[in-house]
C-alpha cells in the first residue's frame, strides 16, 4: 500500500523560503511520476509542480522560477523548495504519485495522496 507522509509545512513572511518533503513507502513502480498539489480554502485542489522518473519537470506559471521540485530515489523522498513566497501561495500542500501521460513532456495523472502540510505566508 502506497503511503505518502508530508512535512516542512509552516508560517513564514512574504519572502521567506520553506522546503517541503514528502516520505513515499509502498511505491516500487519507478515509472511512476509525482508531484505537489495545493489547496486554498474555497479554492479548488491544483497542481504546484510534478516531476517524471526520468527527471523531466513542470511547473504551474504562478510558482516557475520561485519553486523547485526535485526527488532522491535512494531515499525515496520527494521536495518541494518554495522562495520568494508570496500570502498568494498559502494552502495545504498535498504530495500525489500517479501514471504519467502524454509522453515526453507531458502531464502526471494522480493515484494516490498524502494527507498535506499547511503553508501560511503573511504579508
Known amino acids: 500500500q502506497v503511503q505518502l507522509v508530508e512535512s516542512g509545512g509552516g508560517s513564514v513572511q512574504s519572502g521567506g523560503s520553506l522546503r517541503l518533503s514528502c516520505a513515499a513507502s509502498g511505491y516500487t513502480n519507478r515509472r511512476d511520476c509525482m508531484g505537489w498539489l495545493r489547496q486554498a480554502p474555497g479554492k479548488d485542489r491544483e497542481g504546484v509542480a510534478h516531476?517524471?522518473?526520468?527527471?523531466?519537470?513542470r511547473y504551474r506559471d504562478s510558482v516557475a522560477g520561485r519553486f523547485i521540485i526535485s526527488q532522491d530515489n535512494a531515499k525515496n523522498t520527494l521536495y518541494l523548495q518554495m522562495n520568494s513566497l508570496k500570502p498568494e501561495d498559502t494552502a495545504m500542500y498535498y504530495c500525489?504519485?500517479?501514471?504519467?501521460?502524454?509522453?515526453?513532456?507531458?502531464?502526471?495523472?494522480?493515484?494516490?495522496w498524502g494527507q498535506g502540510t499547511q503553508v501560511t505566508v503573511s504579508s
Open positions: 516531476i517524471h522518473n526520468n527527471g523531466f519537470t
Open positions: 500525489a504519485v500517479g501514471v504519467p501521460y502524454g509522453g515526453d513532456g507531458g502531464g502526471c495523472a494522480y493515484n494516490y
